[in-house]
């Protein structure tokens, strides 16, 4: 049905220079001088495609098509409206998609000369709606998954790198060990054999801890959260669950690096009560962390009885 609905009323901004001046001014503006844009008269508005040109005052017109209404607004970092999302198709709101539009290819066409009402219209047609893909609306903080992805896998390859740096100087050290304490070949060897020994000790554990990667998981009303944005307190005490929501242990106390972040997470494993629990050492890349409102979640690709059976944290 082609109505207009005194809710779906939209005051458009014409004078967008006004408004510039004043904010040049002043970081704050009291108001603005002349007819402007809510976003929030926007939201829920219905949206008519028209495959002819329309004038500004024309009023509605039968042959638009009423097509769907807006549902979102999405704003760029620089402050400008990157795209006005729009539901389209479907009935009783079963089957809808969401399309994005661009702000510039939108019309605000008043109900005649010396009215307040507006219709939000767009020129084209049905089969270019039809064809219009649907909007991916798969944000993390404000960033696509892909770049989340990018970035953790970047983070990983630099610690690789310094743990790579970090087998190097050992090796050398060691050299230089041999070198020094060749008059006692058999102290040295020795010597040797059980710092290598504790070296590989060490390195299983780390190896164990350092070979699980993050689960990729996703529950309702929960959102990922970056493990540079959170402190220990936000951390220590939470539950860690493994893929199958099945609670495993609780996060018992963070490390960290020299310069500040964080590194490993002390997971405490089995137990009663906390009588009996087993600190094991993961990676802090190893966890995947979702957050909802009031509630914080850890999780880690392993079973309690993996987690077990690694080497105890040694405080």
């Given at each position: 049905m082609k109505t207009l609905f005194a809710s779906t009323a939209i005051v458009i901004a014409m004078a967008a220079p006004a408004f510039a001046d004043a904010?040049?001014?002043?970081?704050?503006?009291?108001?603005?001088?002349?007819?402007?844009?809510?976003?929030?008269?926007?939201?829920?508005?219905?949206?008519?495609?028209?495959e002819t040109d329309v004038e500004m005052d024309a009023g509605l017109s039968d042959e638009w098509d009423d097509v769907g209404e807006i549902s979102d607004i999405i704003i760029g970092n620089q402050g400008g409206i990157d795209a006005v999302l729009a539901d389209i198709g479907g009935f009783l709101g079963?089957?809808?998609?969401?399309i994005a539009v661009n702000m510039d290819d939108l019309k605000f066409v008043s109900d005649g000369p010396d009215a307040d009402d507006y219709f939000v219209v767009l020129t084209g047609t049905q089969a270019q709606l039809e064809a219009a893909p649907e909007f991916d609306n798969d944000f993390v903080e404000g960033r696509t998954r892909a770049e989340v992805n990018a970035e953790r896998d970047a983070e990983r390859a630099v610690g690789d790198a310094e743990r790579t740096e970090e087998n190097a100087e050992r090796t050398l050290e060691n050299a230089e060990v041999e070198v020094e304490e060749a008059g006692d070949a058999v102290v040295t060897t020795t010597a040797r054999t059980v710092e290598?020994?504790?070296?590989?000790?060490?390195?299983?554990?780390?190896?164990a801890a350092g070979m699980m990667s993050a689960p990729m998981m996703e529950r309702d009303g929960y959102q990922l959260v970056d493990n540079s944005a959170l402190t220990t307190e936000e951390l220590t005490g939470t539950s860690v669950y493994g893929t199958n929501d099945e609670r495993i242990g609780e996060v018992g106390e963070l490390l960290m690096t020299d310069d500040g972040k964080l590194d490993k997470a002390i997971?405490?494993?089995?137990?009663?009560l906390g009588l009996g629990e087993k600190p094991v050492a993961v990676s802090m890349d190893s966890l995947t962390i979702l957050r909802a409102d009031g509630d914080t979640r850890v999780y880690i690709d392993a079973t309690e009885e993996q987690l077990e059976s690694m080497p105890d944290y040694e405080y």
């Open positions: 904010h040049m001014a002043s970081a704050f503006v009291p108001s603005i001088d002349t007819e402007a844009l809510r976003a929030s008269d926007l939201m829920g508005a219905r949206l008519y495609v028209t079963m089957g809808e998609r969401t290598e020994s504790e070296n590989a000790v060490d390195n299983m554990a780390d190896g997971i405490d494993v089995g137990g009663f």
